[in-house]
């Protein structure tokens, strides 16, 4: 209701929703673009939430899956399932049937409404499913898909009265290693993250266009695409693909004023402008001149991409560390506060501090665990990593941080991927950083690889601009980088060993997936 239906009730309610830009982001699909006011997207995911209960049988508490790229039809199933009282299980799009059993498993989803574009490996799970009972496809013109049964339902729905700690969703863990943990939130969580970062860090208003990159499925995405802009009654544009090569246009074509990616995109935003900008790209420069905030999460923001996207654009980054587990952001700051290297301080609403492995809290400028507590905490699903993750109160992130004497949290690198190597303790993101203001690179990242002499050996993949200079001489390249990095950053932490590379792995949120690298 505070979302969606205030909206209308409060006579705002022709104020443009959610904008859906095709399957070319670039405006160039053919198809013509969804475009909702808050009134349109109530009266969708009313009807869609009848034909929940209604046809389907959904009653509050049923788990709900949701499959689909960004679309305005994704976000009225979503708040459909909020209306009904029922669980929201969101999946990112590019999962496989196997990983889809792991989710229906261990959320034991009785239904799902799917993309009929992403039904196969839907399918293929649920024949292996026996507690997924219904299957209900969007966007396709079938007889029994959604459309045409939402289309036979009323517009008006009286929202199933739900308890502010009733479970609103279930979110899965991006799973980098291991299994894919869900975490519940509550109704109430949901509403507290629209209270505390966007309001006092995003500082969005009413005629803000929201654009971005994550998945709805990734709870940065639902956020920062759908929640917040909500929130403040502002618009957002759904792109179903958003590649850095495909945001930048719809940027433009939308007039886009907020941003949320991760620090790989704006990198190659960064890269592309500019290559536009010398004329060495067809299409000349883009006009972004619409843009006012730009948010960046999922991975540190080393300072030369802050930089990077300051000199191109004229825009200060916001970062901002979030997780699946807490839901949303919990440590940033505004465009005023600033700081290269670090990610911020707490948002207001939450605390976090950095404690040793008994659980006592280090001196400041000392590295140690982040430990954060808050209106939003984790809550694992039938998980025995729970117990791990919150202790007395605080949620364990798995992140290595100190606090500055400004009390700006510095992050290192999440606490299983700090390298030792000869008895030091490195944090690959510092190595990287630094390598990454190097001219010649364009993405990189640093693992700690065995070696026999030093315990972990500091190694370096490095993917090269493109016609960057020096490229044809490998090892004198590897030189010059060892030796800029030794310049930068205490000489010890350099990479010993450098490896080019056409690109690195990384998940769908784009994250480094470090591990892969390590055992390559
Ligand atoms: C890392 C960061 C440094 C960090 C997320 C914003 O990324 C999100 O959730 P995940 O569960 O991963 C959580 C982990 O990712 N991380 C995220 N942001 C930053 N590290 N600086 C950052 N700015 O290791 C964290 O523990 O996939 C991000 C909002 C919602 C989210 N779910």
Request: glycine share 10%.
């Amino acid at each position: 209701w505070e979302l969606l239906d205030r909206w209308v009730e409060t006579g705002q309610g022709d104020r443009t929703c959610v904008i859906g830009a095709g399957a070319g982001a670039g405006g160039d699909s053919g198809e013509a673009g969804i475009r909702w006011t808050y009134a349109e997207l109530q009266a969708e995911a009313n009807r869609i939430a009848n034909v929940l209960v209604q046809d389907l049988g959904v009653v509050p508490g049923n788990r709900v899956l949701l499959r689909g790229a960004n679309t305005p039809q994704l976000a009225a199933c979503w708040f459909a399932v909020m209306k009904a009282g029922a669980i929201a299980v969101a999946t990112m799009p590019l999962l496989r049937a196997k990983e889809l059993v792991q989710v229906i498993d261990k959320a034991q989803v009785t239904h799902a409404l799917c993309d009929a574009a992403l039904a196969q490996e839907l399918e293929t799970a649920r024949a292996q499913c026996p507690v997924l009972t219904r299957v209900c496809l969007f966007r396709s013109d079938a007889a029994d898909g959604l459309e045409a049964r939402a289309e036979r339902q009323s517009a008006r729905f009286d929202n199933v009265d739900t308890a502010s700690d009733d479970c609103a969703l279930i979110a899965f863990t991006s799973g980098t290693t291991g299994q894919p943990k869900g975490t519940m939130h509550f109704h109430r969580d949901v509403l507290a993250i629209c209270r505390c970062w966007p309001v006092h860090c995003l500082r969005a208003r009413a005629d803000d266009v929201f654009i971005g990159s994550p998945p709805l499925a990734f709870t940065f995405g639902l956020g920062g695409l759908l929640l917040f802009p909500l929130s403040v009654g502002a618009a957002a544009v759904l792109l179903e693909k958003a590649s850095p090569e495909l945001l930048l246009p719809a940027i433009a074509k939308h007039r886009a004023t907020v941003c949320f990616t991760a620090p790989t995109s704006y990198r190659a935003m960064a890269a592309a402008l500019t290559a536009a900008s010398k004329g060495s790209v067809q299409g000349g420069s883009v006009d972004l001149s619409s843009l006012r905030k730009c948010v960046s999460a999922g991975e540190a923001l080393p300072a030369a991409t802050r930089q990077l996207w300051k000199d191109t654009t004229g825009i200060e980054l916001i970062d901002g560390i979030g997780a699946t587990e807490m839901l949303h952001i919990f440590i940033s700051h505004t465009e005023e506060t600033a700081r290269p290297g670090a990610t911020g301080r707490p948002v207001p609403g939450y605390r976090a501090c950095v404690v040793d492995d008994e659980g006592r809290e280090v001196p400041r400028g000392t590295v140690g665990k982040l430990a954060v507590q808050g209106p939003t905490g984790c809550r694992y699903l039938a998980d025995e990593r729970q117990a791990k993750y919150v202790r007395q109160g605080w949620n364990l992130t798995g992140d290595a941080y100190l606090v500055d004497a400004d009390g700006y949290f510095v992050y290192q690198a999440r606490t299983d991927d700090m390298i030792i190597s000869g008895g030091y303790n490195i944090a690959g993101p510092e190595v990287e950083s630094a390598l990454l203001a190097h001219p010649a690179v364009a993405e990189c990242a640093v693992v700690g690889v065995p070696d026999d002499e030093r315990g972990q050996l500091v190694k370096a993949f490095v993917v090269l601009k493109p016609g960057a200079a020096g490229a044809d001489d490998e090892a004198a390249l590897v030189k010059a980088m060892q030796d800029f990095v030794k310049a930068t950053i205490a000489p010890y932490k350099y990479p010993r060993a450098i490896e080019f590379r056409a690109s690195l792995p990384r998940t769908e949120t784009g994250k480094l997936q470090r591990f892969r690298l390590r055992e390559a």
